[in-house]
């Protein structure tokens, strides 16, 4: 049995990582979890799964646990997600990072310290902090399993090939909710119409990071460091029906794709049990049924985040860290009323033109320019 951690549980990929844990219940033990402040949501899970450590974003909201269930050990804030990532056990752990945001990278650094390998969904470890991970990863001998789709999708067209025969990875785009509206129709786009996903069911943040592509220059940015591949040799690619995840062109031109239903809990379970295949009790692809297949050019011009994503991430150092902060924390503004669709972007490239890159980092510097960019945004738009 796997001992499963699992962090950011209240979330989107959280509660469905549980869909798959309830349905294999003598293959997963839920030993630790952490949520932000979803509290009426947690009690259901420890309910449901009685994890032995639980942690929530603020005190209080433990202090409200603790009376409830005496038996769990608990911790809060950042101190709370690292003490669940290395939470102790005599059994195989493995930690699911699936935390929205920055916060999701000191959990990452400390459980991998802790020789645990991660399951990964979330970009920002990679996106702010890849360049320093990597050297983590072979230090401790442990691994990152990626549970994106488009990353899970190339990390099995790559099985059994040599990575020194990829010509270029193929990372696939459903547009997200605005695909078929040109720029001049989107500066009065409501919020209600920027989470209205046409194919996923995923968290606001990364929903508005799918409708500006964001998301997609993350994930560019993500693949380069998991798979050692240069930026000249990743390619994003509308896709708007979301069947093949990604794909993989090798020297030989010859191109291996993933296809599947645009079901989250497909790439999670592939990562629980990986490198294993088992039975997934989810909605098969029908091909019968598909019809076609149709592709498009990702334009810059349409998406500029996508190309100021991809430019920082070229860039390296500290410019990743200003990209993704400043989204964050304009994505936040966008989601509280305080700013329109059109403005995320222009608060990113002014925060990308204003402030200093440095190549020279380490996690201090990363963890206090996240926190700069932050304090700068939020409080000259708010």
Known sequence: MMNLIILGVTGSIGTQTLDIV????????????????????????????????????????????????????????????????IYPSNEEVLVINSVVGSVGLIPTVEAIKASRNVALANKETLVIGGELIKPLLNKYNVSLIPIDSEHSAIMQCLNGESSSQIEKLIITASGGSFRDKDRSELKNVTLK?????????????????????????????????????????????????????????????????????????????????????????????????????????????????????????????????????????????????????????????HCLDNFENDLNIDLNKVLEKDLQVKDYVLSKYS
Do not use: Q
């Open 193 to 349: 119409d920027a989470l209205s996903h046409p194919n996923w069911s995923m968290g606001a943040k990364i929903t508005i990071d799918s409708a500006t592509m964001m998301n997609k220059g993350l994930e560019v940015i993500e693949a380069h460091y998991l798979f050692d591949v240069g930026y000249e040799k990743i390619e994003t690619i509308m896709h708007k029906e979301s069947i093949i995840h990604s794909m993989v062109m090798f020297k030989d031109s010859s191109i291996i794709a993933h296809l599947g239903s645009p079901d989250m809990r497909i790439p999670i379970n592939y990562a629980l049990y990986y490198p294993k295949r088992t039975p997934f009790a989810g909605e098969k692809l029908d091909f019968k049924k598909l019809g076609s297949l149709n592709f498009e050019e990702l334009s810059y011009d349409r998406y500029p985040l996508l190309k100021m994503a991809i430019d920082a991430g070229k860039e390296k150092g500290l410019k990743p860290t200003i990209l993704n902060a400043a989204n964050e924390a304009a994505v936040s503004l966008f989601l509280n009323g305080k700013i329109t669709f059109l403005e995320i972007e222009e608060i990113v490239k």
């Open 22 to 85: 309830r349905n294999n219940p003598r293959d997963f033990k839920v030993l630790a979890v952490s949520g932000n402040r979803n509290v009426n949501k947690m009690k259901e899970i420890v309910d449901e799964f009685n994890p032995s450590f639980v942690s929530m974003g603020t005190k209080n909201l433990i202090d409200e646990l603790k009376t409830i269930y005496p038996r769990c050990n608990y911790g809060f804030g950042i101190d709370g997600l690292v003490e669940a990532a």
